[in-house]
């Protein structure tokens, strides 16, 4: 399984990264160079070229519903590179009620393209007790801290006992009949939790991921429907949805050393602007899974692509596990400096002597660390239609 990403500048030599295994992949440039649209081209690849494995856009700025759509744009420049036009089927993941997001025109219109509109219901009891604390930024050993923790940690051993799963007014219920906690404690964490409630990102019935996700389609996680606010809740949902898959790809790959059936795909994870939800020197609610994932995803098959203006403000240990790099133009000197720092002595100088010969929009820097090269390249034209462009 290999997949097309362009062509040798000089040699115009066809570029290539094997899907054969899990993969780790940063693509970054500054605004305007081609980041987003190269992100879209392995998207494309992955639901064109592979069988066994399920594309997961994490699309913070909405953009990626328009691969239902060709690319008519550039229908002559494809021609060129041997291709053509064409749109891929799209499942649209949208954290809440699609007409509360969006309206029930644009859902109608979506609908009449055929983009698969789905909502997306994050299940409280697949957070732990250190989950809900820390999306209320509440210190465990302090009043409210205790009494959520308390709250959840009981419904949660209740849940592996009886297999039933617990909800958000199972947690208001919990709180408020807490004899350890004081009124005001339990007043002010209700009122919490009720915000929580009017969020519309959690459900009132359990929903296996796969349910939503869909193994045929192009699933993109549309999370700018979500305010990031003080709470992180984009964080939140790409957090409990990653944990969710690699637990469960955890042990599907178990059965599959096994020799016994199963039903749940391998999974690349494409996560545009991902200095958000994994950056450098400060916490987020979904950094630990997301590390985890580069860190240990290649055993049950999960591999993750992470597209970046800011590859300084992505967490060193996201940046030092990417096998493969593609690098658009990027100038400021924190970036290249974070970039330089990825330079193997197979390159024969650093990484900025190469990043610094790129001139214009679509060519980048290729490192395979597996084949151990570096190349300049141009990079195919989309076949579907790029949604990145500025108004």
Not at 131 to 140: G, M, T
Request: glycine content about 6%.
């Amino acid at each position: 399984m290999e997949l097309f990403i362009g062509e040798d500048y000089e040699s115009d030599e066809e570029e290539y990264i094997s899907a054969q295994r899990a993969r780790s992949v940063l693509i970054c440039g500054k605004r305007g160079t081609g980041k987003s649209y190269t992100l879209g081209n392995i998207i494309e690849e992955i639901h064109t070229e592979t069988y066994d494995i399920v594309p997961l856009v994490v699309d913070p700025m909405g953009i990626y519903w328009t691969m239902a759509n060709r690319n008519t744009e550039q229908e002559e420049l494809l021609w060129d590179w041997g291709l053509s036009p064409e749109e891929f089927p799209v499942n649209l993941l949208i954290p809440g009620d699609p007409e509360k997001r969006y309206g029930s025109e644009v859902v109608a219109e979506l609908d009449r393209v055929g983009i698969n509109v789905d909502s997306l219901r994050l299940n409280p009891s697949d957070m732990s007790p250190n989950d809900w604390c820390s999306l209320f930024d509440l210190n465990i050993n302090k009043p409210m801290g205790i009494a959520l923790y308390r709250a959840v940690r009981n419904l949660s051993d209740e849940d592996d006992e009886t297999q039933e799963k617990f909800f958000l007014d199972d947690i208001i219920n919990e709180v408020e009949m807490d004899g350890g906690a004081g009124d005001r404690t339990k007043e002010a964490l209700i009122n919490r939790l009720e915000m929580a409630k009017r969020w519309d990102i959690f459900g009132d019935e359990y929903e296996d991921i796969w349910s939503t996700v869909d193994s045929n389609r192009v699933n993109v996680l549309d999370l700018s429907v979500v305010d990031p606010g003080q709470y992180g809740l984009r964080n939140l949902v790409v957090d409990v949805l990653s944990r969710n898959i690699f637990r469960q790809r955890s042990d599907a790959r178990r059965r599959e050393e096994m020799g016994l059936e199963v039903d749940v795909p391998k999974v690349w994870m494409f996560i545009d602007e991902a200095h958000n939800f994994i950056p450098s020197g400060q916490s987020s609610l979904a950094k630990d899974t997301l590390v985890r994932w580069v860190k240990e995803g290649r055993q049950p098959g999960l591999s993750m692509v992470v597209a970046s203006q800011q590859p300084s403000a992505i967490d060193s240990e996201v940046l030092s596990q990417c096998d493969t790099i593609l690098c658009h133009k990027i100038t400021t000197r924190e970036d290249v400096k974070s970039l330089n720092k990825l330079s193997q002595d197979y390159m024969g100088s650093g990484l900025k002597t190469y990043v610094r010969q790129i001139d214009n929009v679509g060519e980048a820097v290729h490192v395979d660390d597996d084949e151990e090269t570096v190349k300049m390249i141009k990079v195919r034209p989309r076949k579907s239609q790029h949604g990145g462009g500025e108004a």
